[in-house]
């Protein structure tokens, strides 16, 4: 005698099993398939003008009455082009308010875009040494050896006049490096 095949505990109550024709006490209810989506000419334009204003995706998916996935599946086009509007809109303002053709008249404000521009674009930095309170320990030691180099640099030119020799303090040696600095023009502020 032919045994019927065993499914699972409780996949012929929920509706799995495919052996048996009978479904128990419980009968199921097969939901129907959504319709699928179909964006029109309008939908896509308000999109990508949405997208171009900045407007997060949820929002544009809220206001088409959609849902976000639906939104990425179906737009991607027009999302994509809409963003890549606004950067393109972004940038011709931007280099044209620095280089004076319209948008910003004032000076300080077209450098001060200038620079903003060359740090996010042209991958520039600002490099600096910023140091609070007392001076680095290694600084009498840097004084020290650039002492030693310009007393190289005079013995070499067969100057007479050497620098004195340090004693510890920087003293000695800053005004040393002041005075040759000096004579080459630099300025030292401070």
């Known amino acids: 005698m032919h045994q019927p095949r065993r499914c699972k505990v409780g996949a012929k109550r ?3 099993c495919k052996h048996g024709s009978s479904t128990g006490f419980l009968t199921v209810i097969k939901k129907m398939a959504r319709p699928t989506f ?3 000419p309008e939908q896509r334009v308000q999109v990508q003008t949405l997208a171009e204003y900045g407007a997060p995706e949820a929002h544009i ?3 088409l009455g959609i849902a976000k996935n639906t939104l990425s599946k179906y737009f991607a086009a027009e999302l994509e082009a809409g963003q890549q509007e606004a950067k393109l809109q972004v940038g011709t303002f931007i280099l044209d308010s620095i280089l004076g ?6 000076d300080r404000a077209r450098a001060t875009l200038a620079i903003f521009y060359a740090k996010t674009r042209m991958g520039w930095k600002e490099t600096g040494i910023h140091l609070h309170g007392e001076a680095h320990p290694d600084t009498d030691t840097a004084l020290e050896a650039l002492t030693r180099r310009f007393d190289r640099l005079a013995a070499r030119k067969g100057e007479e006049t050497a620098a004195p020799a340090c004693t510890g303090g920087s003293e000695g040696s800053s005004e040393v490096g002041l005075a040759v600095l000096g004579e ?3 300025t030292i502020a401070g």
């Open 61 to 63: 998916a809220t206001k």
């Open 38 to 40: 179909e964006p029109t």
């Open 101 to 106: 053709r319209g948008g910003i008249r004032d």
């Open 14 to 16: 929920r509706g799995w």
């Open 184 to 186: 080459t023009g630099a």
